[in-house]
C-alpha cells in the first residue's frame, strides 16, 4: 500500500465535531465528486467505496438524512464505481445551497481555518495524493477546471501554504514541493499517524543528506589539497633540478624541504613544521613564491 493510501485511509475516518467543518468538507467532496441530473438530483460517484462511505456519512450527519439517499455500483469507462444519489430535488437544492455551490471558496462556510483545513482534507481524499517521502516530496491535488484549482490554491495559501499550479493534459493540478509545508498539510487534514511517519523519514533523510554535503566538501577540499600540493612538489622539483635550493632564501629553502618532506601536510601542519612556526597565510605566500620563481625559471628556458 502506498504512502499516499495510508494518509487516505487514516482520514476516512476522520469526521470533526463542528457541523461548520463537516459542510466544508462536503463542499469540497461535492465540488471534485458531484453533480446534478436532469432530474434534478445529487449525483456522487467515486471508484473509491471508503470516500463514498464518508460522504453518505457527512450528508447524515449535517442534514440528518436517514432516507432518500440511494447507494449502488454503477460502471464508467469499464471502471467500477460506487454511486450515491439524493433524488429529492429539493433537498439536492438544499444541500448545494448551504455548501455555497459551485464556488464556496469566499463564502461564509470557509471563513474559518479549521473550515478551510476541512475542506483542504475533502478535496485530497476526492483528488490527492501525496508521495512517499522516502522517495520525494510532493502533494497534489487534481483540478478538472482552471477555477477549482485557483479556489484550492487560493485556500492553501489562506492557509500559510506555498500551492502552485500546473497544467497537465486536460487538468489543472495544484502542488507542493516543501517538504516542511507538506508536513504542516498532512497534520492540519488530521493524519497524525501518517505526520508521524512522514517527520521520521523526513529527518533521517535531512540527517543523511547533511552527511553527505559534509562528505562530499570534506572529499572536495582533500582533492583540492592533494592536486595543490603535486603542483608545488612539482615546481620545487624543477627549481631543484634547474638551479638548485642553493638560490632561495633561508625561508624558501626551509619551506621546499619541508614541503618534499612531507607531500600530503596541509598548509596549516607545514606552518607548524617550520622553525619558527608560521601561519598558514605565510606558508601559502612561501609556496606561491616558490611557483612564481619556478615559471620564472620555465619561461627563461622556453626563450
Known amino acids: 500500500m502506498s504512502f499516499s493510501q495510508d494518509v487516505k485511509n487514516e482520514l476516512y475516518d476522520t469526521v470533526d465535531s463542528a457541523r461548520h467543518c463537516r459542510i466544508a468538507e462536503l463542499a469540497a467532496l461535492i465540488r471534485f465528486c458531484g453533480k446534478r441530473d436532469g432530474d434534478g438530483a445529487l449525483i456522487f460517484e467515486t471508484g473509491h467505496p471508503e470516500l463514498l462511505r464518508l460522504y453518505v456519512r457527512l450528508l447524515r450527519l449535517v442534514f440528518h438524512l ?12 469499464k471502471t467500477d464505481f460506487c454511486m450515491a444519489r439524493v ?16 464556488t464556496p471558496v469566499h463564502s461564509v462556510i470557509l471563513q474559518r481555518n479549521c473550515c478551510r483545513r476541512a475542506f483542504i482534507r475533502g478535496a485530497f481524499l476526492a483528488a490527492g495524493s501525496v508521495s512517499d517521502p ?8 487534481v483540478c478538472e477546471t482552471a477555477e477549482t484549482a485557483e479556489d484550492v490554491c487560493s485556500i492553501l495559501r489562506l492557509l500559510e501554504t506555498d500551492a502552485r499550479m500546473v497544467k497537465r493534459q ?18 492540519m487534514m488530521g493524519a497524525n499517524v501518517s505526520l508521524l511517519n512522514f517527520e521520521n523519514v523526513r529527518i533521517v533523510r535531512e540527517v543523511r543528506g547533511g552527511v553527505n554535503r559534509k562528505v562530499n566538501c570534506e572529499t572536495a577540499n582533500i582533492e583540492k589539497t592533494a592536486t595543490a600540493a603535486a603542483r608545488q612538489i612539482d615546481d620545487i622539483r624543477y627549481i631543484e633540478k634547474t638551479v638548485g635550493f642553493s638560490k632561495l632564501s633561508k625561508a624558501l629553502d626551509e619551506m621546499a624541504e619541508i614541503r618534499l618532506q612531507y607531500p600530503t601536510a596541509t598548509l596549516a601542519e607545514l606552518g607548524q613544521l617550520l622553525n619558527p612556526p608560521v601561519s598558514k597565510s605565510g606558508v601559502n605566500h612561501r609556496l606561491r613564491e616558490l611557483s612564481r620563481m619556478a615559471d620564472d625559471l620555465r619561461n627563461t628556458r622556453r626563450q
Open 170 to 187: 486536460r487538468y489543472e493540478v495544484v502542488y507542493v514541493k516543501e517538504s516542511a509545508q507538506i508536513s504542516d498539510l498532512i497534520g
Open 87 to 102: 433524488g429529492d430535488s429539493a433537498v439536492a437544492a438544499k444541500i448545494l445551497q448551504t455548501i455555497d455551490a459551485p
Open 66 to 77: 436517514e432516507d432518500g439517499i440511494e447507494v449502488r455500483d454503477t460502471e464508467r469507462k
Open 134 to 141: 522516502n522517495r520525494s516530496y510532493h502533494f497534489e491535488i
